[in-house]
């Protein structure tokens, strides 16, 4: 996987404008470990971002994944806790002094990863926590001491539950990707966490959207915060060719496979609205053999890994992917990602597309579009202030097969069940009501929001890892549906 290079990519600026990193006055042992990565000089975020948290500031950060946000916090984060380090084994020396929380368990590992490198020539700890996987460790981790702690919120609360976690000491708190923390329904469980941390502290907000509600959690718990913003907020990447292309809903499938191979595309994510939607995407493009594989909020936290193993190491050409399972995905300069539903929120589409194009490297954003879709991409245009004109699909000849294979759900199966909302949380239909009710396509059917998510943080039992997250949770009751409507039994 390559990385973002500024220098490539910034066309008004010579390498010799470009800010350094020595230029921020960070210790020697964080510059020897961004030489290990290869960096070479800051991204625009990492530029604004570092000195303001090495001042002590309360940041509001706008900006999506794939910009160099972690680095942009992070950094800062160990240059402040350097003074702090030591190589004591007594766990009483380690307690932890920064909290980063992410929506997500991908990026949660992410992140952790990237903490990790960046603090390796030092004496900080750093350890990542997150559902869905064996509580052992981690404890074990926490026990011995870590100063800064990544995490995902409900499995946090589980190990603040079972004493295992203090965060008393916490000096600084980063609220990764907050709007998908809400979309996911975590605002009871971040609230919780908030309650749990010393009043004196820093705070560190980035989300890639800043509607309202975001603005709301921002106010209460940010303080004066400078407002960092790498690119205008709700903006689409500016690199990115958007392509929409008309096609029949019944032939969106064919016209995915079309566009792989008319394009030879081979790193792409496609994302669907749904996760039966995606599994069913997914096979159907390994049966006319392309290298794909779905991951959602049914897959397992190890398939889930594996996928996205497989794909960067070049060994999957095609990630299926709903938003959230896609949602902070450590993917850069993704030369496309491909539309097979345009998303039912329009602030969905601008994270999607965000996968390409990124720091500034060019990508292609190829929608799939059906007439059913006419206020979806009215969303999306008013959203992004752009006019997006569906144009025809070259050379495509649709094999009109769904009729052939009797595949008689697919037309409501795909887009009707919603089986997705296990992980999607929040995208519940209940966000923005007038607009739902001026559609003037039917929509698909909804279910009623589940009461989970409006029930705040519960701990689990004592002993038996629990999932962590809404999703887990929800997909965990999705399951057996999931397994009826695939045809298929538990996954092994
Ligand atoms: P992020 O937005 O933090 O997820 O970062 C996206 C990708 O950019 C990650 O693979 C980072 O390792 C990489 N990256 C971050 N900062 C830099 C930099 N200054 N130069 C090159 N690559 C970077």
Known sequence: MSDIKPSQTAPEATPAALPRFADFGLAPPILQALADQGYQHPTPIQTQAIPIVLQGRDVMGAAQTGTGKTAGFSLPIIQLLLAQANTSASPARHPVR??????????????????????????????????????????????????????????????????T????????????????????GFLPDLQRIINLLPKQRQNLMFSATFSPEIKKLAGS?????????????????????QIVYKVDEEAKRDAVVHLLRQREIKQVIVFSNTKIGASRLSRELERQGIRASAIHGDKTQIERMAALDAFKNGGLDVLVATDVAARGLDIAELPCVINYDLPYN????????????????????LSLYSDKDARLLADIEKLIKQKLTPVALDDFN???????????????????????RGDRGGDRGDRRPSDRASRSAPLPRREKVDPWFLKPYEPAAPVEPKADTAADARSSKAAPKRAALLGGGPKG
């Open 398 to 420: 649709p094999r009109g097969a769904r009729a052939e294979r009797g595949d008689r759900s697919e037309r409501y199966g795909d887009r009707g069940d919603r089986g997705d």
């Open 98 to 163: 920064a909290l980063i929380l992410t929506p997500t368990r991908e990026l949660a590992d992410q992140v952790a990863d990237n903490v990790k490198a960046y603090s390796r020539h030092t004496a900080l700890r750093a350890t990542v926590v997150f559902g869905g996987v064996d509580m052992s460790p981690q404890t074990a981790a926490l026990r011995a001491g870590v100063e800064i702690l990544i995490a995902t919120p409900g499995r946090l609360l589980d190990h603040v539950q079972q004493k």
């Open 346 to 365: 329009a602030e969905d589409y601008v994270h999607r597309i965000g996968r390409t194009g990124r720091a500034g490297a060019s990508g292609d954003a």
């Open 165 to 184: 976690l203090n965060l008393s000491q916490t000096q600084i708190f980063v609220m990764d990707e907050a709007d998908r923390m809400l979309d996911m």
């Open 221 to 241: 718990f940010l303080k004066e915060p400078v407002l960092i913003e790498v690119a205008r907020s709700n903006a689409t990447a500016e690199r990115v060719t």
